[in-house]
């Protein structure tokens, strides 16, 4: 899932343009998060993201990782996961084709998975009942592999 450096172009283009708009400053800590966010290759954490940011730049604070993580949420660049009571995660959308998840119960572990049947099979039920489907998300809970 690492996001190729064309699209990291295009999603500081994307947080630019939103902070703007919303009159707020683009700063380079927000830069930073981003970049780090984008650069993770999975599904992550606030407590995650802010770890492996401290790291290298320590002056940047869990409160300012979390409320960029919404910022991106809210411009379009993430996506967030809630999981049942745990942790919610978050993921790339930019460019970022449609999936589902199967998420296991147990350890947590997160797959992606597209099938085509089952989005026709969404389309075909929205139809059958008059519906104009704007966007879905479909979450399987159970056990991975490894923790049968």
Same mark, same amino acid.
């Given at each position: 899932?690492?996001?190729?450096?064309?699209? !990291?172009?295009?999603?500081?283009?994307?947080? #630019?343009?939103?902070?703007?708009?919303?009159?707020? $400053? =683009? +700063? @380079?800590?927000?830069? !930073?998060?981003? @970049?780090?966010?984008? @650069?993770?290759?999975?599904?992550?954490?606030?407590?995650?993201?802010?770890? /492996?940011?401290?790291? %290298?730049?320590?002056?940047?604070?869990?409160? +300012?990782?979390?409320?960029?993580?919404?910022?991106?949420?809210? /411009?379009?660049?993430?996506?967030?996961?809630?999981?049942?009571?745990?942790?919610?995660?978050?993921?790339? #959308?930019?460019?970022?084709?449609?999936?589902?998840?199967? !998420?296991?119960? #147990?350890?947590? &572990?997160? +797959?992606?998975?597209?099938?085509?049947?089952?989005?026709?099979? &969404?389309?075909?039920?929205?139809?059958? =009942?008059?519906?104009?489907?704007? $966007?879905? %998300?479909?979450? !399987?809970?159970?056990?991975? &592999?490894?923790? $049968?």
């Amino acid at each position: 899932m690492i996001i190729k450096n064309l699209d !990291i172009g295009k999603a500081k283009e994307m947080l #630019k343009e939103y902070i703007a708009e919303h009159g707020l $400053r =683009n +700063t @380079s800590q927000r830069e !930073i998060i981003l @970049s780090a966010f984008l @650069s993770a290759g999975k599904h992550i954490t606030v407590d995650e993201l802010f770890d /492996s940011i401290r790291e %290298k730049n320590p002056d940047i604070g869990y409160a +300012t990782v979390h409320r960029n993580l919404r910022l991106m949420c809210n /411009s379009g660049i993430a996506d967030e996961i809630k999981i049942g009571k745990g942790k919610t995660r978050f993921e790339p #959308k930019l460019d970022h084709e449609h999936h589902d998840h199967l !998420i296991c119960l #147990k350890c947590g &572990q997160l +797959t992606e998975v597209n099938d085509e049947k089952i989005e026709l099979l &969404q389309d075909k039920l929205a139809q059958a =009942n008059g519906f104009i489907p704007m $966007r879905h %998300k479909l979450e !399987i809970y159970g056990l991975c &592999q490894k923790c $049968r």
